[in-house]
């Protein structure tokens, strides 16, 4: 049981560089989201996704872009990472959209540091 | 806009019980969630609620009003392993279904022997 597999699990970045976060889901989940948490905070929204093709903005989507290609994937990119970036950052899915109520499938979380 | 309030921080005793309250000012509320987050893991879910009133799942019962835009997280028994983040966390939209969930900043509760 794969689940929703976030990669690197660990990345430190100096100002400035680009890198993309990996989201892989192998449930066929239309739904899939990224959340940054930063200490302290709940998660807060990024970008959304409701299908492939299809995406929105989140709570705070500057500095970030994201495709959504085919239904398994949902890359994250930063294209110009500055220390504000510096975060956790969670990737999530679910078979249905969030106001259902049903289960959100949640990855381990990425560590980001930008330098 | 959206606004979403919870306590930054509680303490409760092993064995008691502790309400972690949630208010929330938001456009288009569909429903809330309450979220079990321990220190460097992702959050695991506990509850949802959509309609008014309380609903009980063991040792967790979480309650709704819509009216008042305010919800609790309920914990009974309270167990060492309790020690953790508790997120509340709003569906909101539009005309239906909708994938937009917003979160609080989350009550980080210690519980103590």
Not at chain 1, 55 to 82: I, K, M, W
Not at chain 2, 15 to 35: D, E, K, P, R
Request: hydrophobic share 35%.
């Amino acid at each position: 049981n794969a689940g929703v597999t976030q990669t690197p699990k660990f990345q430190v970045l100096k100002t400035g560089q680009s890198m993309t976060l990996q989201c892989a889901q192998d449930m066929n989940h239309e739904y899939m989201s990224w959340y940054r948490q930063d200490p302290g905070m709940g998660l807060r929204l990024i970008h959304y996704s409701v299908g492939a093709g299809i995406t929105d903005q989140g709570e705070v989507p500057n500095g970030y872009n994201v495709s959504r290609s085919t239904t398994e994937d949902f890359p994250l990119r930063l294209l110009s990472a500055a220390p504000s970036q510096t975060s956790v950052y969670f990737c999530a899915s679910s078979y249905s959209p969030v106001s259902s109520g049903n289960t959100i499938y949640f990855g381990e979380g990425s560590w980001l540091t930008v330098v | 806009g959206q606004n979403i309030d919870q306590p930054t921080e509680m303490t409760a005793t092993e064995g008691a019980i502790v309400q972690i309250n949630c208010t929330y000012q938001t456009s288009g509320f569909n429903g809330l969630f309450w979220y079990q987050q321990h220190a460097g893991e992702a959050p695991t879910f506990l509850s949802y609620n959509v309609l008014d009133g309380l609903e009980e799942k063991g040792r967790f019962s979480s309650f709704l009003s819509r009216s008042k835009g305010y919800s609790y997280l309920l914990l009974k028994e309270l167990q060492m392993k309790d020690s953790a983040s508790y997120l509340c966390a709003v569906t909101m939209g539009y005309g239906g279904a909708t994938n937009k969930l917003i979160f609080g900043t989350g009550t980080l509760l210690a519980v103590q022997p």
